[in-house]
């Protein structure tokens, strides 16, 4: 019994290089608003649209959970005039309104299911007004979580986000020592707040060569990610020291050890074994990178054979929803290139069934595995 799996051969393609000028547009800003005003502002997000009420209810079901996010309670609008209130809920709902638009006019393209982004600039960014470094990480951490925010009311599934290199161990140690101590900190909030991970289905992967991350840090991101195992609309993938050269000789490091240890056999080898074994299987749809830097700085190479990659004159901080609606935009117009040139590298592999039984039981020890290494790290405290 055999089975036909088609694959893509992995030549080089062309990438397409956009630009856009460095723009930094409003934020929504804290505050607090009514039970009943929150769901006016939803009201009117649900009637921009009338010959798609399916695509409007669900995308305004998603600006609802962006309201939530972005607008946090806080006690300062309590110092607010009443005119000051009412201008900061204007251009709320401004942003809002606008936002739903952009989201029901995209929806009638394709839309990318994967997009990573080299998130470039936070130094830059602090440098340029004049605040701590550590700022600017922080920011763009907050940036991440808006990201996440976007691709989720828009329907993109998932996203992977370049947040630290093993080649970012080589900066000054005090560095190194804030940005882990800040992930440990981020991250501890993500779990402390799990059931809002819950209700928007939001689950994080955390990817890389984690020999490298502290004993604590470990701990945190393994509780972050089996808090958040079961939930499947959406997929966060972190990449926490890591680097596609890395990536690529774990998995062949992986296949070698299963061949040595009779797990596979020689012939069980080839491309799809290969890419299920990387940290993230997944081809890009998208591939972003930030700050006006024109290099992939070894991230993601195997998957980006496909995508399209756009190169944006803008720090990370200040990359905006806007920004965000174009690249879709670009996707859209070159959409049909895109797939063209993934059908034209469509190879087929004729697996026998006992091949096909022998791999999915790799798969499955391998998953075990990493279970038990999430379990262990999860249950270990630290002062």
């Known amino acids: 019994m055999s089975s036909t799996t088609k694959k893509k051969n992995k030549p080089s393609l062309i990438i397409q290089h956009n630009t856009i000028d460095q723009k930094s547009n409003r934020v929504v800003e804290s505050n607090t608003k009514s039970e009943k005003e929150k769901k006016q ?17 669900t995308t ?16 300062e609008i309590s110092s607010l005039s009443l005119f000051q209130k009412a201008y900061r809920y204007l251009g709320d709902w401004i942003y809002l309104t606008n936002f739903n638009f ?4 995209l929806r009638y393209g394709p839309i990318p299911k994967h997009i990573g982004v080299i998130m470039d600039g936070n130094r ?13 990480h922080k920011l763009g951490f907050t940036k991440m979580l808006d990201l996440c925010q976007w691709g989720l009311a828009l329907g993109v599934e998932i996203i992977s986000v370049y947040a630290f290199s093993i080649e970012n161990f080589k900066r000054p140690k005090q560095e190194v020592e804030y940005l882990m101590d800040l992930a440990n900190k981020k991250f501890e909030e993500m779990i402390s707040k799990t059931h809002k991970l819950q209700k928007m289905g939001i689950r994080i992967r955390v990817v890389g060569d984690l020999s490298y991350i502290p004993e604590k840090t470990k701990s945190i991101l393994a509780r972050a990610v089996l808090a958040t195992q079961h939930n499947t609309r959406a997929l966060l993938n972190v990449c926490m020291s890591y680097t596609s ?10 296949i070698s050890n299963a061949v040595k240890d009779n797990v596979l056999l020689p012939e069980d080898i080839n491309q799809e074994l290969f890419e299920k074994c990387l940290y993230i299987p997944d081809d890009l749809d998208i591939l972003v990178r930030t700050s006006g830097e024109y290099r992939l700085s070894d991230f993601m190479l195997w998957q980006t054979c496909f995508s399209g990659t756009n190169f944006l004159n803008v720090l990370w901080p200040d990359f905006s929803s806007f920004h965000f609606f174009y690249i879709i935009f670009l996707y859209q117009s070159n959409y049909q290139e ?3 040139q993934r059908k034209k590298h469509l190879i087929d592999d004729n697996l026998k069934q006992e091949q096909i039984d022998r791999v999915k039981a790799f798969q499955n020890k391998l998953e075990q595995q990493h279970q038990e290494f999430l379990q262990e790290w999860a249950n270990k405290h630290f002062d």
């Open 41 to 57: 502002d939803t009201s009117t997000s649900t009637t921009t649209t009338t010959d798609l009420s399916t695509t409007t209810t």
């Open 60 to 75: 305004s079901t998603n600006i609802q959970q962006l309201q939530e996010a972005v607008i946090e309670e806080t006690g």
């Open 102 to 105: 952009f989201c029901n006019l």
């Open 124 to 136: 830059r960014f602090a440098r340029k007004l004049h605040i701590e470094t550590s700022e600017g």
């Open 245 to 254: 050269h890395n990536e690529m000789l774990h998995s062949m490091n992986t």
């Open 338 to 340: 895109i797939q063209k």
